[in-house]
């Protein structure tokens, strides 16, 4: 079994993370009882509000806004220090596709400005539609021009048995909702799985300046970025 210089861990929403690192490498998942000379758990401190600095010294907590409520959890934060890490200076929104949230993310100056979540991953396993990889386009544009009819369209997509209509709709509702977000920014869509090619689908039929990034890769990269700072204190 490797050893490894540190491992680092984040646990969230009854799901736990856990990396091996040599250095600043990650060299795979750690499971429970890996030896290491450091363990590193994210998520301990408690949560700031917005604005704030995406990465603080370890180990870090989840950042909270009041209006609209919102709650961005730990393995997000991660994502978007690693983000921070891979490309300097990003000035623009954020997209990160995570377990049963997607959270629009306003960065500037290594900051998160503000920020909204939107349901959209639970209602695609709630409607069966989680395991599409692709959004009916026709289905978006519909969606986006009149978003007040979601219920009827997602009605319609279920009767047809239409998992890409069904997230096409979910994914125009989420774009019109988004929409001073996304409009004429850069966009970083940080993602993983089936999800991660319907919003890409959904991203490019809009013309979206966009840039794909895998959530695990970036979590990972966060983990970096933290452990940096606190080695750093």
Not at 100 to 119: C, G, R
Not at 120 to 137: F, V, Y
Not at 181 to 204: C, E, H, M, N, S
Request: charged share 15%; with cysteine; net charge negative.
């Amino acid at each position: 079994m490797t050893k490894f210089d540190w491992i680092g861990v984040v646990e969230d929403h009854g799901s736990r993370l856990a990396w091996g690192f040599v250095g600043d490498s990650a060299e795979g998942e750690a499971p429970v009882g890996a030896d290491a000379a450091r363990l590193v758990t994210f998520g301990g401190a408690a949560s700031q509000p917005v604005p704030a600095k995406i990465t603080a010294t370890a180990p870090g907590g989840a950042l909270t806004q009041t209006q609209p409520l919102g709650l961005l959890p730990m393995t997000s934060r991660l994502a978007l220090a690693g983000l921070c890490r891979t490309i300097k200076d990003f000035d623009g929104v954020a997209c990160v596709v995570d377990g049963d949230q997607s959270h629009w993310v306003q960065i500037s100056a290594d900051e998160a400005v503000s920020f909204q979540s939107y349901l959209t991953p639970t209602l695609t396993r709630g409607l069966n539609a989680a395991q599409a990889d692709s959004a009916d386009i026709d289905a978006l544009s519909d969606t986006l021009s009149r978003p007040e009819r979601l219920a009827t369209q997602l009605s319609s997509a279920q009767l047809a048995e239409d998992p890409s209509a069904t997230i096409g709709h979910l994914l125009g509702a989420e774009l019109s909702a988004t929409r001073p977000y996304w409009l004429g920014q850069r966009v970083a869509l940080i993602a993983t799985g089936p999800l991660a090619k319907a919003y890409a689908a959904a991203f490019t039929s809009q013309h979206l300046m966009v840039e794909q990034h895998d959530l695990r890769q970036l979590q990972q990269q966060g983990m970096i970025a933290f452990n940096s700072q606190d080695e750093a204190v």
